[in-house]
């Protein structure tokens, strides 16, 4: 058993900060459950003050900081929610906080990191530059660097979240949490797995960033190759040692998730189960509901660990989702330039029940050498894919061209 934490650090932990971190609830989903055929439950860190678990971490280490150290003021380097956690608790304590972010953060999060108290400075492309930079700001100013994930103390004030779930689903089978760095799974590893219960803990990461899955494979920690994804809070290229060590031969298995199977899962929470999910919180789910995870007739708690997101991106993943399936589709049609043809084509529509949400009618620059003809194209909002293919054949009836 490694050293690096134990569960009484992270009972510890608890002690420390139990004033300060909210007890979020563990919603068992009776729709999650018939449709991946287990018991699911989600505990929802999401709706911790800042927003994400990051709150637990940052408040035992900073609770664990001397009196010179509060007084001299820390740095961080974050994509987000570590960046709002030390901001949020520094407020709380009197601290002075400064954090490096990514300049291509989500605006929600510099926002709210303002808002909380920190100090923050946009540099670099990625969280790498950002990190850098933080500990040159450290080496001139003389703050105390407040690392996101390879801190003993970060791991373990994480590691509260399993605490909690043990206390709220006693006879929980699995447990499963999105890793980055690696700070939560290797506190929810030491709290659960000292517990003296049979519970499993499954990691999941991204498939274009599996930083950890692959320090495990190669009993090493590797840099690996950069990679964009939605689930922006676990965008790791490099975990830490620290974390590495606390996983290794603990952790029961590590998945990965694609960017499709990410997006379905915020989707899925956000309309299912009416909670607001980032990327690294969807991640969990993703896994489920891609089948990289089977689970069937066992308890099964979801760590949504983070709802910090861009509306924007939001906005993006649902209309993408509800073309997925058929709820919103587009139709590029050629018709004859008659009188009349725009009005025929969305009285079939209409008809059908078919909700047009957006109309273009092109007759200059069509597509094609065929004169006398006009493209109309359409945005429907429809009810799934059986709906979609009736009206298909209904203007293919009317003698419709479909191009699209």
Known sequence: M??????????DARER???SIFVS??????LLSEQLQCEVYLKLDNMQATGSFKERGAANKLQLLSEDERASGVIAASAGNHAQAVAYHGSRMGIRTK??????????KVARTKRFGGEVVLHGANYDA???HALELQAEEGLTFVHPFNDPAIMAGQGTMALEILEQVPDVDVIVVAIGGGGLASGVVAAAKGSGSNVRVIGVEPEVLPSMKTALQNNGVIEIDEGQTLADGIAVRKVGEQTFQALKGRIDDIVTVSEKEIAGAILTLLEQEKTV????GAAPLAAMMGGKIRLRGQKVVLGVCGGNIDVNVINRIIDRGLAATGRLCRFKLRVTDNPGMLADVLTTVGKLRGNVLEVHHNRTFTSGEQFGTTEIELKLETRGEEHVKAIRNALLDQQ???LD
Do not use: K
Request: proline share 8%; with cysteine.
């Open 130 to 132: 950002a990190y850098a």
């Open 17 to 19: 900060i139990q004033d």
């Open 25 to 30: 609830p563990c919603h068992h989903s009776q």
């Open 2 to 11: 490694s050293e690096i934490l134990t569960r009484q650090d992270v009972l």
């Open 99 to 108: 954090i490096v972010m990514p300049e291509g953060t989500p605006l929600v």
């Open 400 to 402: 419709v061209t479909i």
């Open 277 to 280: 999910a980032e990327g690294a």
